[in-house]
């Protein structure tokens, strides 16, 4: 292997990583950031009706009716008789005018790692701020059915939905026709619906039930490649992720499925609905903008339901609203047989890999009570499992250090000549039995586990506001510290500097660069001067690189840095190789 067109197509790559960073990610986060401020409040126009939430599947007509933004949240809530919502991990209310959940909120998760910040506010009424819920009902082709709406008010048998507690709803229609909807929740975030009409009349009548959840605003997303945020779900056992903008261009997109769910997710929260697993329902996710606010859709419909006279029809579907914890959501997707619902986390392409990581990091981190810890005893781990290889890899680069006399030679001989020179250096490998490429053999392997354990830092909630030592009391964010006030030494805060961001270089990031800085001085200087330079300059670029990326992974890198110069100093000692400059005697 060319040693200097590698080297050359690393520094490639990372100047395309930065130039990307500063011309098209930064930019697109301050656009959505200015769209996201204009539309956080929307203001209604004089007179308007425009509702909440589009019409409901199969049905013509609003599935909610109001202003948003017209009433705080607090007005919101108060305008309508409410059921509690008391879980150890939720509380909340269920609206009895329209029987929607429209006010949930984490208990368990805050906005920062403030002790006395704000609980994490997931589900808002539709008349007040945000608006963001789900609904439940009935639709029917047939002209002349009375169905509940966004206006009808409801009656609970109780006050309270609490995990053991279900709250069934009624309401008549006055044409012979009884609804029910009956709440039950478990102790953590699963809503299980049952709705159920009774046909008392002497006419029967075909009503399909749905499920839908509505957002109003489009809110503030991440915008990194490596992470969804917006519209998703399952279908026939396929993943489907939507972008907001890409919906806003299609407007609707629709399929049927049997089995899956779907529903609309954050980083860390998601709000979704799952349709009885074993029936066939039409899916749809919308949007619309014509009222002056973004609002998105997504709905199930089943198929009809024919309901005799003096009988009574019943489905049952579920909500899941709360925080993403891939333990939970992998006890659903078993427990319920809920398909493929630990995909609602973004594991991406290394899914094969970023799973186990992800629960190796779980396990150790129950014993240690750590997840910085656990993430150090991972690395360890990881080094053990590499070690063979690493190995192998030192005594190959032995071979070849011992060949470098005769590969100057050989350069010399035939330095006009790249193809005959190219030929001769095969020769020499195959007769001494050397590999060059093997030297790169460690870095290579190990950047899958690199790629896999970024995303278990970055998308799962179990590593939000995860505390380490020191400083560091969230791993799944930047070091705050700053070179720009003396790592907090000086009396003012860290600037923000926009795209010049990366430019606030913490202590963990400088650790870094200094561990690779020293990691490099194991090795011989490379004999092209080019190759040196570019070698030099690595540490610095990757120091620049890391600052922006979670303390976590720093702390990973650094950490694996010391173990990869502890275990090069001990093989390289071990198959009589010279280390360090030592080395560039041979």
């Not at 080297?7 to 490639?12: K, S």
């Not at 429209?102 to 790692?113: A, H, M, V």
């Not at 998105?296 to 089943?302: H, S």
Request: charged share 15%.
């Amino acid at each position: 292997m060319d040693q200097r067109n590698l080297i050359l197509a690393i520094v490639l790559s990372l100047a395309i990583l930065l130039t990307f960073q500063f011309l098209v990610v930064e930019p697109q986060r301050v656009e959505t950031a200015n769209q996201v401020a204009e539309q956080t409040t929307p203001t209604p126009q004089a007179g308007s009706t425009a509702p909440t939430a589009m019409a409901p599947p199969g049905a013509s007509g609003a599935a909610s009716s109001g202003v948003p933004g017209a009433l705080t949240r607090a007005e919101a809530l108060a305008a309508s008789a409410r059921v509690s919502i008391s879980t150890p991990t939720l509380t909340g209310s269920i609206a009895l005018t329209g029987g929607r959940i429209d006010d949930l909120t984490l208990l368990e998760y805050r906005e920062t790692i403030e002790p006395e910040s704000k609980n994490i506010v997931l589900l808002s009424p539709p008349e007040g701020e945000k608006p963001y819920f789900a609904d439940f009902g009935w639709s029917s082709i047939a002209p002349g059915v009375t169905l509940p709406g966004a206006d009808t008010v409801w009656q609970a048998n109780s006050n309270v939905l609490s995990p053991g507690r279900p709250v069934t709803l009624k309401w008549d229609n006055g044409q012979g026709l009884r609804f029910e909807r009956t709440y039950e929740i478990d102790e953590h975030y699963m809503f299980t619906v049952a709705q159920r009409v009774v046909n008392s009349s002497d006419t029967a009548v075909s009503l399909a039930p749905y499920g839908l959840i509505s957002r109003t605003g489009t809110p503030p997303i991440l915008g990194f490649y490596i992470l969804h945020e917006g519209l998703l779900g399952v279908f026939d056992d396929t993943l489907q992720e939507i972008d907001y903008s890409d919906l806003k261009d299609d407007r609707q997109i629709a399929q049927q499925t049997t089995g899956g769910w779907l529903g609309i997710t954050d980083k860390y929260w998601m709000v979704a609905l799952v349709p009885d697993q074993e029936k066939t329902v039409d899916t749809r996710f919308l949007y619309d903008g014509s009222s002056g606010a973004d609002k998105y859709q997504t709905d199930f419909l089943y198929e009809a339901l024919k309901v005799p006279a003096g009988g009574a029809a019943e489905t049952t579907s579920r909500l899941f609203a709360g925080a993403k914890v891939v333990t939970g959501l992998d006890d659903y997707r078993d427990r319920l047989g809920i398909a493929r619902f630990d995909l609602s986390v973004d594991f991406g392409w290394f899914y094969f890999l970023t799973k186990p990581l992800f629960y190796a990091l779980h396990y150790i981190t129950g014993l240690v009570g750590n997840f910085g810890v656990a993430i150090l005893i991972l690395t360890v781990g990881v080094k053990l499992v590499f070690f063979p290889l690493a190995n192998k890899s030192y005594a190959s680069m032995a071979k070849m250090r011992k060949l470098q006399p005769q590969m100057v030679e050989l350069r010399e001989r035939f330095k006009e000549d790249k193809q005959r020179l190219n030929q001769e250096m095969a020769a020499l490998y195959k007769k001494e039995g050397a590999n060059p490429v093997s030297g790169c053999l460690p870095i290579v392997v190990q950047i899958p586990v690199f790629f896999a354990l970024y995303k278990v830092m970055f998308v799962t909630i179990e590593m939000r506001h995860a505390p380490f030592f020191g400083w560091i009391q969230d791993l799944s964010a930047p070091d705050p510290t700053s070179i720009l006030n003396g790592f907090g030494l000086l009396p003012w805060m860290v600037p923000n500097l926009g795209p010049l961001e990366i430019i606030n270089i913490g202590v963990w990031p400088l650790a870094m660069g200094l561990s690779m800085f020293l990691q490099q001085r194991l090795n011989p200087q490379p004999p092209d001067p080019i190759q040196a330079k570019i070698f030099m300059f690595m540490p610095i670029i990757f120091t620049f690189l890391l600052a922006q990326f979670p303390a976590g992974l720093v702390v990973y890198w650094t950490w694996n840095n010391m173990l990869s110069m502890a275990q090069q100093y001990f093989i390289m000692r071990r198959v009589g190789m010279p280390v360090g400059r030592k080395a560039g005697k041979t």
